[in-house]
């Protein structure tokens, strides 16, 4: 079992950065990947950014060049961080870990004003 605790969600205004932490317990020795995907109201989950056990990172198109993940083992820990946001970028975001099945926290809310 994994659970995930996400923070640091919150409102911005278009053009400034927001960094999100999700705290990962329990059997994080057996991860394979974190991420963050996002969710608006009658919409799909989708990936924002992933990175693997082996540091391997991805990233949405929408993304790429403003958003960078990052993770701390030491501290069972992975950041994004938003940067030049977007109205766009309004979303629960949610951590997601890969291990012998798919986890997810509870979400946190994004709200970037334009």
């Known amino acids: 079992q994994v659970q995930l605790v996400e923070s640091g969600g919150g409102l911005a205004q278009a053009g400034g950065s927001l960094r999100l932490s999700c705290v990962a317990s329990g059997s994080t020795f057996r991860i394979n990947a974190m991420g963050w995907y996002r969710q608006a109201p009658g919409k799909q989950r989708e990936m924002v950014a992933t990175i693997t056990f082996g540091g391997s990172t991805y990233y949405a198109d929408s993304v790429k060049g403003r958003f960078t993940i990052s993770r701390d083992n030491a501290k069972n820990t992975v950041y994004l961080q938003m940067n030049s946001l977007k109205p766009e970028d309004t979303d629960v975001y949610y951590c997601?870990?890969?291990?012998?099945?798919?986890?997810w926290g509870q979400g946190t809310l994004v709200t970037v004003s334009s």
């Open positions: 997601r870990a890969v291990v012998d099945r798919i986890y």
